[in-house]
């Protein structure tokens, strides 16, 4: 499972996500307006399709990182929008692309859009959103934020291959794993928040501190998402569960597991995940195996730990209910569901 | 069938795409390193993937264009590696996104990645050639053949999205087919030529000009593209046709047969474009049906006219090996087949 589900635009009263909603509740209008504006077309398809995923129900993490990490760094101008807008079209060409590589069954609760229109529709209105990103960063005129961007393109789909390649193999060591994890994740987060301080022209010593806060919550956020694939740390399995196991990924979960695994154990992981040979119980057993070697617990601890840096980074700014959000945010992600 | 199989690097002496080929000798050598510098990557299986469609055997054309027409307009700088080396790696992505999308079984003679390393890694690798070709035009500075090349992308995505959408529509008028390919093919052509005045910061008339000249050029080549997987003008079919007739694609061909088709054929295309009912003899029913309508041979005209006026594009510029060369080119691709 690719990182996505997580705060959501209507939450309790209070939570950093919707403290941060409120605060940039005008400049997330302008966001949605040009989300709406530059995924219209006249092939009537694209739009159809762009709005299932990008039009509505999103949670705009990433813009609302733009625009917020712009707003910390003093930006008075309007291209902030527009990056905004391009990190979410990036991250919803990849999330067409991965629909069809995952072959997943739900995205954001909703039938993702290759089942309903197609692969062969995902794959080409997700490679039409991602060159309308760069539409949007050009318009900018910011060469360094297209730098910035772009790379953290390759290295989306540089990590993403890298998990293919992986897939079912039971040798992943965790520095892979967290390597996969910061290139497919962790490098749009850090680039959301990097672009502001770029475009604010502020110093370098801000830009790497946003950068580094963007980075450690995009790991903390996908190790969370790694974790709750499996039912966190909570008792029951929820709905959405047992994706990343039946597709064979490899996880830190499953990693730290076979770490302490017994023979039995081990057999139980190769034929599931190897053999790619489940029944319905395995998902049950799979979890109490994880439970019993202390593999979520251990996750959201780096979790922690990750969000613990992302907070950390920001302690070179002022106070301010921008910084101090942000920092909130950070423990946000990793207490959504522990 | 996409427009990929034309001009040979290996042609008999004399024919224009050699002559560019001789002329463009040491530019190609450096537009072949940066493309080999490139789709490197510490995840083995994207050199691989890409060295399979990317590294040898492809016949450059577009890359070939850029660096020709940077000549032609006196740029002395080296940029024009770089956007080349992009154009390569767009077209590349739009490949290997395309073999998925059109189920093909043979791209430039070769069994195609997706057969090989299966759709998902095609998909990825596709991504990783795309954000490459941005991470490229970065590194050239230049934000107007960003522009240029970024608007081509989303334009391709465009038309290869309305192509699918067409699929088996027996209505496609000519004027939306005349779009699908202007935007699916011509568009990057158009591109390609088009950055070399940028970059070379000539007068907008021979911009103007020189994308006219791509935009023709590309029109003519799918053209001919779209006539040849009939068989062309050549008694015999060859091993490489049927491609898109197979997939109920909506070619001018079809367009133009169905213009004058009696009850009977109707009733044939209907068939097998529509309902995708095929025998294996249905090809060569379906080509003699084209060629009794003379649609092949109109096809051919239009690719001719289209040929007609890339050349005179070019009427602006003096006399010059280049411009002759790149004018002798548009004829070439259309003479190549009939």
Same mark, same amino acid.
């Given at each position: 499972?690719?990182?996505?589900?997580?705060?959501?635009?209507?939450?309790?009263?209070?939570?950093?996500?919707?403290?941060?909603? =409120? @605060?940039?509740?005008?400049?997330?209008?302008a966001?949605?307006?040009i989300?709406?504006?530059?995924?219209?077309?006249?092939?009537?398809?694209?739009p159809n399709?762009?709005?299932?995923?990008? &039009?509505?129900? &999103?949670?705009?993490l990433?813009?609302?990182?733009?625009?917020?990490t712009?707003?910390?760094?003093?930006?008075?101008?309007?291209n902030?929008?527009?990056?905004?807008?391009?990190?979410?079209?990036?991250?919803?060409?990849?999330?067409?692309h991965?629909?069809? *590589?995952?072959?997943?069954?739900?995205?954001r609760?909703k039938?993702p859009?290759?089942l309903?229109?197609g692969?062969?529709?995902?794959?080409?209105? &997700?490679?039409?959103?991602?060159?309308?990103?760069? =539409?949007?960063?050009?318009?900018?005129?910011?060469?360094?934020?297209?730098?910035?961007?772009?790379?953290?393109?390759? *290295?989306?789909?540089? &990590?993403?291959?890298?998990?293919?390649?992986?897939l079912?193999?039971?040798?992943?060591?965790?520095?892979?794993?967290?390597?996969?994890?910061q290139?497919?994740?962790?490098?749009?987060?850090a680039a959301?928040?990097?672009?502001?301080?770029?475009?604010?022209?502020?110093?370098?010593?801000?830009?790497?501190?946003?950068?580094d806060?963007?980075l450690?919550?995009?790991l903390?956020?996908q190790?969370?998402?790694?974790a709750?694939?499996?039912g966190?740390?909570?008792?029951?399995?929820g709905?959405?569960?047992?994706d990343? +196991?039946?597709?064979?990924?490899?996880? @830190?979960p499953?990693?730290?597991?076979?770490?302490?695994?017994?023979?039995?154990?081990?057999? +139980?992981?190769r034929?599931?995940?190897?053999?790619?040979?489940?029944?319905?119980?395995? @998902?049950?057993?799979?979890?109490?195996?994880?439970?019993?070697?202390?593999?979520?617990?251990?996750?959201?601890?780096l979790?922690?730990?990750?969000?613990?840096?992302?907070?950390?980074?920001?302690?070179? +700014?002022?106070p301010?209910p921008w910084?101090?959000?942000?920092?909130?945010l950070?423990?946000? *992600?990793?207490?959504?569901?522990?």
């Open positions: 499972m690719n990182a996505t589900a997580t705060i959501q635009k209507t939450v309790p009263a209070k939570s950093p996500a919707e403290i941060l909603w =409120n @605060l940039a509740r005008k400049d997330m209008a966001v949605d307006a989300i709406l504006e530059k995924m219209q077309s006249p092939v009537g398809l694209i399709l762009a709005q299932h995923l990008v &039009g509505a129900g &999103g949670k705009r990433r813009p609302l990182l733009t625009v917020s712009a707003a910390l760094c003093g930006y008075e101008g309007v902030h929008h527009k990056l905004a807008a391009a990190v979410e079209f990036i991250h919803s060409a990849t999330l067409l991965d629909d069809v *590589v995952d072959e997943s069954a739900l995205r609760g039938k859009a290759n309903i229109w692969n062969s529709a995902s794959i080409l209105v &997700g490679d039409f959103l991602f060159a309308r990103a760069f =539409n949007l960063m050009v318009e900018t005129g910011s060469m360094e934020a297209l730098g910035i961007l772009s790379n953290a393109s390759s *290295v989306i789909a540089e &990590g993403e291959v890298q998990q293919l390649a992986a079912r193999d039971l040798q992943m060591s965790e520095d892979a794993y967290m390597a996969v994890i290139a497919k994740t962790a490098a749009l987060f959301s928040t990097e672009v502001a301080p770029v475009i604010a022209e502020r110093p370098t010593e801000e830009r790497d501190a946003l950068r806060y963007g450690k919550l995009g903390a956020f190790l969370v998402d790694d709750l694939d499996y966190g740390l909570e008792s029951a399995l709905k959405s569960v047992g990343d +196991f039946r597709e064979g990924k490899m996880t @830190l499953v990693i730290r597991a076979l770490q302490t695994a017994s023979e039995e154990e081990t057999a +139980f992981w034929r599931v995940i190897v053999d790619h040979n489940q029944e319905p119980v395995d @998902l049950e057993i799979a979890v109490s195996y994880l439970r019993k070697a202390g593999a979520l617990q251990s996750t959201m601890d979790a922690r730990q990750k969000s613990r840096e992302a907070r950390e980074a920001l302690a070179i +700014f002022k301010s910084r101090d959000t942000l920092a909130e950070a423990d946000f *992600v990793v207490d959504r569901i522990s």
